[in-house]
């Protein structure tokens, strides 16, 4: 995973790509698929737009190029991520009572790079509102994607998630992912 770690840590994050309409278009669909998918709790699908190594990282740090072996809020593979859902979903899981709900918004989506492969680095601006006991706490930050080019579509093979809040106190631990 370093090497998908170390291209994001060394591209230009402030880069804008010369990408076509049709790449653009569908990345972003790409970007509100899986908002859709998380606010929907579609959890096989959510899971499906990974590759078989991918990660979700939210970093403790904005200055983090690392996410194995430091301190983060996740750094979590696929097999992690199964296990997160089970447990949150599972029946006596009474600290995810009652369900929350989760509502995302994905804007300003700037391609970054595009390699000779379709692989694509992008990164977008999200809001996301939790309603959980009877309140809705709110998260923003900054995602940056590497999205590598399949044959069924892109798949994520690191999500950074960067929050605005991060070191902000919670009454409750995050257990979702934005």
Not at 48 to 55: K, P
Not at 99 to 106: F, M, S, Y
């Amino acid at each position: 995973m370093s090497n998908a770690t170390e291209i994001l840590a060394n591209s230009d994050r402030f880069k804008f790509a010369d990408v076509t309409t049709k790449t653009q278009l569908s990345v972003e669909r790409f970007l509100h698929q899986q908002a859709e998918f998380l606010d929907e709790k579609r959890w096989d699908q959510w899971l499906s737009l990974f590759t078989a190594d991918g990660h979700y990282w939210m970093p403790a740090e904005e200055e983090q190029t690392e996410g194995e072996g430091v301190p983060n809020i996740f750094w979590e593979n696929l097999d992690m991520m199964k296990m997160r859902i089970r447990r949150n979903e599972h029946p006596q899981a009474h600290s995810q009572a009652p369900n929350n709900r989760l509502c995302h918004v994905v804007s300003n989506v700037i391609i970054e790079n595009q390699d000779n492969n379709g692989n694509i680095i992008v990164r977008s601006r999200f809001h996301c509102a939790e309603y959980f006991r009877y309140e809705v706490r709110n998260f923003t930050g900054k995602y940056r994607h590497y999205l590598e080019k399949t044959s069924n579509g892109y798949r994520i093979k690191l999500q950074r998630t960067d929050l605005v809040n991060r070191e902000g106190p919670y009454e409750y631990v995050l257990q979702w992912w934005l």
